[in-house]
């Protein structure tokens, strides 16, 4: 017994030991010494080949042979003189990275989605690299970043995720949209139009919703938007709160969702209001009941599933309406290729019929967007080995012979010598369908958070990611042109009515952890709230007001400040 | 023997040979709706995974494939070579994992079940706090990094080996099971400690051996988490359970399978059915198993010599 | 049982070498799990400490320093944390009550079926569902619950009820019939599973004493208070345990496939609230998951060792 215990007090000292030397051991293999300063005329070629893994959200890696004969890995590989190693996954991505990241066992460049909180977190426990310093050690071998990490824009970037403006320890992927996006138009199915509306499509939120109750009492599902089992507003509250010329929504995502402005915007006097609890958001959910009521919405909506459940249901001729975001025109074709065309075989483009944003009074809803999306921002981890090795892949992608050789591009003009079968073929290994995108599917977030190609050789770090170049129109097949075209067409009759640019120091808003613990919280209250003052479970004037006194009590007033202190802060530091 | 004793026990043979009495109706009626309730969701997935998708999305009750047999997207999965390979690596390493985790769980619930020996009762307790306190993902990672299983395959067989829970089961059986008359009397025949493990006990228990394999192989059929988190980058090593959950989850294993199918002159099959019919594949493998099993657990009445 | 009680006095104290020299063998048996165990059980367990750190992975888990409970003060704070606890509990002490009553219950009447086929087909069809994972089979369960809609008629169980003359109900909606969807589900889901088990204990039973009972007048119903039933208690009792062990930890693959905001005054639990409020967060937040972990398995064990005490009484061996 004696010696049992002694034994095992052994063994777990020794193991505590292992454990601790382990980390000390890991701890200790930062990469200091790592700044090469080699001649000028020092090229990759001449450099030593590392290998260097590369990880990004969502592609696949299954197919071996067809990875072994990428020709753009290979290009890449030989023109930074390296060997690449893909990482990728899904399900669980971000625990892994953070994991590894936190053990030491990071791939070389990673990607994660931009909180400051976090970000700030990382660099204060040393766990990434500070580009700028080995960027800025050696100008002439980094000459695209180097003018990349010191443009004012990216410095206020800076600042606002670590507080350092003159470090950087990411590669940002914001970028601006080729075109403006936005939610709130429905496609409708025109039979059920031509049965229940005489083929007419609805202008104004009172023919959509006499249109939607009309076809819920024909024995259809009247409309369904995507709401994500009701935890997504943004396509209700584009379609019918926003005309209306409120928002429903919780705040959540943008700084400014569920407040409407007033004042000129980008002066002194601009003031947001939270709109969320607001009488006219009340008489917007009061339709929605009815809605619901009347079969307009699908009895199961809240609990049944939209890319499963609905487009089943839509495919099969149930829905009247849907919304599913085609604001973005590509979305309209993937959404007629997936959802009708593959339940109905011989279908023909004039089955759909895409509306118009809808209005009231005359007015359009408005979307307020800087126009830019935020991707996820790439690290480089303090445990790898060669980090200027990485840079020098980087700064191989950021210069126009990389831009080009992952955009399908020559001198930033589109490359027709390449079908899009060449690129269908190269993409496939990695998890993609015939979708005739005519890129390479990886390093596709980095630099630019919408897959466009950026010319960093002729602009400043801030021009080219707000002005991205977008070639979708050029590689897609005669069908799919017509199917994007035909969206593009519809969406350019109102657009300019239904967005709303805002100034571009919207971008640099950053709200305190208190405000992202309010945030969380009203989303909650605003998703149990209206789902069951929607689904009919609740009676809608009875508990609107112990809905706004929630809303006061998780603190919403507070919210509203900090918002219009953190505009007018950004306003100070453009 | 009374012979009141005598007419209730031919009463008894009578009706047991008359067949059913109305305690037995209920019994099987209650069985009988419960399996039928239990049945239905499977044979729902499995006819819904052969019925053509334009018949499907009609909806309906699948309770017979009425349209026809459509076996396409079975060809599409097995079309993929990364589906056929995970098979492989899921057999191999559930038939290990199961194999290790069974010996050790075992014969340290034996061990331990013989609770006069000295010490048996601490490391029981040792064993059992487990149940309640795990180090975390973190440490875990370094242990893993230490011992050289990051990235490798043992690490889908070897963390798991002693399961906590089926170590209290089967130490319990042990103790109750396995009688102590009957280790002594083949003792006193000459048989050593290692005799009566290995000629009496093991062969006794075999009905929870049984049952206790099973429900590991099944853990270690279902198991992703340990490829996800610690292997996660060699696409040679994944199991089919992770397979699966890619499909449910996963856009790009998806469009893989879709591919495949379309390479292979197949229509392109919608999302819903593929995976209905992957289901269907990551549970043939164990339903093979089962019924081998289920012979050791429900047919132990015959083995007479048991406790007392 | 009184035997092993007089053996146990009997093995007196001797002393350690010859006690261990005498029983090398079981020793052996006990040595490979042993190390098993200190390697990758206990080897990690430093990581608990981390419930009352904020970690900083450049310090280590050692060297981060402490902070007292704040981090369980962070957890506490929130309403909605208190009401996922409450619907935890009561939701685990539901499938206590009544999910593990009726698997004993159908472990029971399968044994009393004695035609072997049927037995047998039975056994299999209700350990299928065993095998499918929660994703599918809460996607199953929404279908034949589903509520009929404007041109459908609604899921299985609602066509009977119309068909029967009664109203549809609103299953997956109506916060008073969640809680019982989930554990008939689980229920359906699990059934099978401890079966086995109970099958398992119930096949070391000699066919004589039954036999033997009957001879003496014992009817079926006898048989079953007094021979099978007081067979398998032990591994009634060891699967209560087990099942108690987590009376604070609530299956999230289940709930969060079937809850909406519908139901959340009912439905929701910790690991579905938890997971709700750190989508938007700053990734895992390891501390917290760790605190959380250490004090919901905490009052498990307080829940386990009182139990343990009383099911020592009844004479039967507990799982300390």
Redo the contacts between chains.
Sequence with gaps: ????KLL?LI??FA??L???A???KN?ASSSSDQTDTGAATTTNADRENVNI?FAQF???????DGMENDPIKAAIESAVNVSL?Y??????F???M????????APDLFP?WG?S??IS?WVS???VVNISEIVNADPDRYPTLYKVINSEEYKAYNKLYTGDADNAYAIYGVAAFAEPSFAGVSVYNQAILDEVNSGAVPATVDEFLAYASAA??A????WWPRND???NWNEIDKTLAAPQGTTIMAP?GDAWTGFIPSGTLGTDDEYWTLATTSEKSKEVIKQLAQLYAT?GL???I???GDF?DAY?DF??G?IGAANFGFGYPGQFKDFYTSCWL??N?SAQMSDLTLGTALTENGTTGTTYTTGTWIGSHYFIPTSCENPDRVLDLVEYLASSAGQDLLQNTVDGVFDTSHGSDYWNDIN?A?????DGRCKYVWFSYIFCGTEYRVDFENNGWWEAVSNPSDYSEEWATESDQALTSYAQGIIDTFVDSAVTSLPAYYNLISLSSDA?DI???L??IT??Y???MI?G?MDIDANWDSYVSEYENAGAADLETMLNDAIAQARSLQ | MSDRNKQKEKLFHMKRKLGFNFYDVFVLLFCILFAVVCFYPLWYVFVASITPYDEYIKGGLMLWPTTGVDLQYYKAIFSTKSFVNSMGISVSKTALATLLSLLITSSMAYGVSKVHIRGMKVINALVVFNLFFTGGLIPEYMLYMQLGLLHNYWVMVIPSALNITYFIIMRNYFYYSVSVELEEAARIDGCNDIGVFARVVMPLSRPMLAAVGLFIAVINWNDYYSYMMFISNKTRLQPFAWILRRMLTDQSMMNQVRNGAVSIGLQLPPPMALRMATIICAMLPIMCVYPFLQKHFTSGMTLGAVKE | MKEKKKQRKHKAPDRLLPHIRKHWFIYMLVLPGFLFMLVFNYGPMYGIQLAFKEYHPNLGVFGSPWVGLDNFREMVRDPNFIRALKNTVIINFYNLIFGFTFNVFLALMINEIRLKFLKRVIQTSVYLPYFLSWVIFAGLVSVFLEYPSSGDVGGVLNQIIVMLGGEPVDFLKSPGLFRAVLVITNIIKTAGYSTIVYMASLAGINPSLYEAATVDGANRKDLMFHITLPRILPSIMIMMILQLSSLFISNFDQVYNLYSNYVLSTGDVLSTYIYRISLGGSGTNFELSTAMNFILNFAGMIIVLFTNRFVKKLDVMGIF
């Design positions: 017994m004696k010696a049992k095992s063994l777990v193991l505590a292992a454990t601790l382990g980390c000390s701890a893994r969502g592609n696949s890696v299954d197919d071996v190693e990482d990728t996954g899904a399900d669980g971000d625990d892994r953070q994991t590894e990241l936190f053990t030491g066992g994660t909180e909180d976090k977190k426990d040393g766990l819920g009492q024995g259809y599902v009247g089992k009701l935890t959540s079969g699908d009895a199961n809240g609990v049944k499963d089943a495919g099969a149930k593959a339940a075989p496939k990695y998890g993609y369908g015939d992202s945030r969380t919280k989303s909650d998703n149990s209206l789902t069951q689904g479970q």
